[in-house]
């Protein structure tokens, strides 16, 4: 079996992973924005930020350039923005579990989302989807659901982690189905691929750009997006509900936040430089090519999706009495 970190380096860059540099934009520069990221260089969320970059700093009038703050799970990233100067050069660039899941399960975090930061816009949307390896017999979710229900052992399904949104997408298909489903929490998503390949594990949910060319080329076998609409880049897969199964809708999204005392007008000026960012044709052309899709919004429409996340989430968390690791 492959190093997990040589494995997970192919699925990023099979997802169409951007390469770590950064072209710096042939404009006037009036300054330097940070987008803070925190995890290590060569992530997901790292190559979202390298992509969206050199665009929304055209449209800032300013260099935008990444910097990796790793560790304690994305605080290290989150506590420096929120303690930065309130003038909108700090932004931090993360995903929904840093926002809308840690401030349950962690006892204690140097930051919360909502007393600290400011919401600034959404960037992009990304589902899970139900995958299993090539040679596993189920053919769709339900039928995943019917055999996990014959079977006195029910099913296993592995995560990126304990917390993780493939964990909870996979702990809210046991709850609504009523179907035996063990958990298989693994250190990062690439040993639970490699593991539901060999078979060792019957699948897992993940992110769709980290499975998209997995899929495409049959080494995995899709069985249902966690959404409520099919998904642009596998529009052959039917989404759960289609399938007869309601509530597993499972979204994993990146968004941007700045220090809470930044000025209303600034965060605005900032929601609309990433609309138009968002907006460049190959920024999209990029985005979707790794099954993301762009999602821009006003800080508002970003406040009130991460509250009703965060519900969402958080009662999942407890009801579950997960902790993380």
Known sequence: MNHPSSQRRRLLLAAGALPLTIATPSFAQSGVTKLVVGFAAGGP???VARLIAPALGKELGTQVIVENKPGANAAIAAESVAKAPADGKQLWIT?????AMNPTLYDKLPY?????????SLVVNTVEILVVGANHPAHDAADFIARARQRKEGATLGS??????????AELLAD???????HVPYKGVA???????AGHIDGLFADVPVVLELIRSGKLKALGIAAPQRHPALPN???????????????????V?????TPAAELERLSQAMRRALTDPDVKTRLAATGLQPAPTTPAELARLLAADTAKWSKVIRDKKIRAE
């Open 257 to 261: 936040f700045a220090a809470k005392a």
């Open 237 to 255: 897969v039917k989404t759960f509900q289609e399938q007869g199964i309601q509530g597993v809708d499972s979204d994993n999204w990146y968004a």
């Open 45 to 47: 969320l790292d190559a």
């Open 95 to 99: 995903s929904v579990g840093a926002v």
């Open 191 to 197: 040993p639970a691929i490699a593991d539901t390949m």
């Open 112 to 120: 919360h989302p909502v007393r600290d930061l400011a919401p600034v």
């Open 160 to 169: 990126s982690g304990t917390g993780s949104v493939p964990h909870l997408a």
């Open 176 to 182: 609504v189905t009523g179907a035996r489903i063990a």
